[in-house]
């Protein structure tokens, strides 16, 4: 079983140490990497249906040589994810492999579960995979086909898989924590959330909740039509929100797009954040340059409305 809890390695990553309080900050512990852009969802919540960019998944070669400068920067844990869905991915085993024999400790995924199929988790936990989390943010079938815009029997079938997750994690012996997150949404919709919550609970090392993220100003207004209330930047998890400004994501994780751009944002569905193309330079000399350190200066002052960040930060 995994040890330690995935809210204390959330918490580490959303907290900015002085070190980090800096235009041009330390190499960050983490990066997520975009193996693919493509999702077999689209959540109304979520800006990736919007087709907002070209999808599509990365080159090996290029992941490969990500890596290895990824590592020798300093970076200790690799997300294989950022706004796509990797288990698309006939390879995404591979790549877990691949970021294992580079020497990261730490390498995590976050996915909607509906093609966590038994098989396939094995073939992940094999490759050394130390973190799964599911995101849960539907309270039932209806309610699933109406924000996730597929098929409602889908939703009994990701249940499913996170419950066959666990089982092949604790037969095989695999040394990979399973959590889930969901939206702490208000009202009813929290009281219906509490359901499946509490069926899932029991088999995973951890469940916490989240806010709903404006997602850069692109969350739908189908959110805002059904009262849920929306939080400006990314505020981290819910029960240890952080403030919109200065922007934790700025300065202790980076973000890999599947096209190679280095990312200063969460949610960068349009290209909008990115502040360097890794197919020409280096991963420190993007993390460095002179657009994310601009961006990072105006966080610092806590004034970002001539930025692009403007718009993001402007909810509640």
Same mark, same amino acid.
């Not at 799964?132 to 499913?160: C, H, R, T, W």
């Not at 208000?186 to 404006?214: H, I, K």
């Not at 909008?272 to 280096?282: K, S």
């Given at each position: 079983m995994a040890i330690g809890k995935i809210t204390d390695r959330i918490d580490a990553i959303t907290g900015i140490d002085e070190e980090r309080r800096a235009a041009a900050p330390p190499c960050p512990r983490a990066v997520k990497i975009e193996l693919t852009a493509r999702c077999n969802f689209k959540c109304s919540f979520c800006a990736t249906a919007d087709k907002l960019r070209e999808k599509g998944d990365m080159d090996w070669d290029f992941y490969v040589k990500l890596l290895k400068d990824l590592r020798r920067s300093g970076v200790e844990e690799i997300g294989v994810f950022y706004l796509g869905e990797s288990?698309?991915?006939?390879?995404?085993?591979?790549?877990?492999?691949? $970021?294992?024999?580079?020497?990261?400790?730490?390498?995590?995924?976050?996915? +909607?579960?509906?093609?966590?199929?038994?098989?396939?988790?094995?073939?992940?936990?094999?490759?050394?995979?130390?973190?799964?989390?599911?995101?849960? +943010?539907?309270?039932?079938?209806?309610?699933? $086909?109406?924000?996730?815009?597929?098929?409602?029997?889908?939703?009994?079938?990701?249940?499913?898989?996170?419950?066959?997750?666990?089982?092949?994690?604790?037969?095989?012996?695999?040394?990979?924590?399973?959590?889930?997150?969901?939206?702490?949404?208000?009202?009813?919709?929290?009281?219906?959330?509490?359901?499946?919550?509490?069926?899932?609970?029991?088999?995973?090392?951890?469940?916490?909740? %989240?806010? %709903?993220?404006?997602?850069?100003?692109?969350?739908?207004?189908?959110?805002?039509?059904?009262?849920?209330?929306?939080?400006?930047?990314?505020?981290?998890r819910f029960d240890n929100m952080r403030a919109p400004v200065p922007c934790w994501s700025l300065f202790t994780e980076a973000r890999v797009t599947h096209d190679g751009h280095l990312s200063a944002c969460c949610f960068d569905h349009d290209g909008r954040f990115h502040c360097g193309d890794l197919n020409e330079i280096p991963f420190m000399e993007a993390w460095h340059s002179q657009k994310f350190q601009d961006l990072r200066a105006a966080h610092l002052t806590g004034d970002v409305r001539d930025t692009v960040c403007s718009s993001c930060v402007s909810y509640g």
């Amino acid at each position: 079983m995994a040890i330690g809890k995935i809210t204390d390695r959330i918490d580490a990553i959303t907290g900015i140490d002085e070190e980090r309080r800096a235009a041009a900050p330390p190499c960050p512990r983490a990066v997520k990497i975009e193996l693919t852009a493509r999702c077999n969802f689209k959540c109304s919540f979520c800006a990736t249906a919007d087709k907002l960019r070209e999808k599509g998944d990365m080159d090996w070669d290029f992941y490969v040589k990500l890596l290895k400068d990824l590592r020798r920067s300093g970076v200790e844990e690799i997300g294989v994810f950022y706004l796509g869905e990797s288990m698309l991915l006939k390879w995404l085993p591979d790549a877990i492999l691949a $970021a294992k024999d580079e020497g990261f400790p730490y390498v995590f995924i976050t996915t +909607n579960g509906s093609l966590a199929k038994p098989d396939k988790v094995k073939a992940c936990m094999e490759a050394g995979l130390d973190s799964m989390k599911f995101s849960l +943010n539907y309270a039932d079938e209806d309610q699933f $086909a109406s924000i996730a815009g597929v098929k409602a029997s889908i939703y009994p079938e990701i249940i499913e898989n996170i419950k066959t997750t666990a089982r092949v994690r604790d037969e095989g012996g695999y040394d990979c924590g399973i959590y889930a997150s969901y939206i702490n949404y208000d009202g009813e919709q929290g009281d219906r959330m509490r359901t499946v919550v509490a069926e899932v609970e029991p088999l995973l090392d951890q469940v916490y909740s %989240l806010p %709903l993220y404006s997602q850069a100003d692109l969350v739908s207004v189908a959110e805002n039509e059904r009262g849920w209330a929306i939080k400006g930047g990314n505020p981290g998890r819910f029960d240890n929100m952080r403030a919109p400004v200065p922007c934790w994501s700025l300065f202790t994780e980076a973000r890999v797009t599947h096209d190679g751009h280095l990312s200063a944002c969460c949610f960068d569905h349009d290209g909008r954040f990115h502040c360097g193309d890794l197919n020409e330079i280096p991963f420190m000399e993007a993390w460095h340059s002179q657009k994310f350190q601009d961006l990072r200066a105006a966080h610092l002052t806590g004034d970002v409305r001539d930025t692009v960040c403007s718009s993001c930060v402007s909810y509640g």
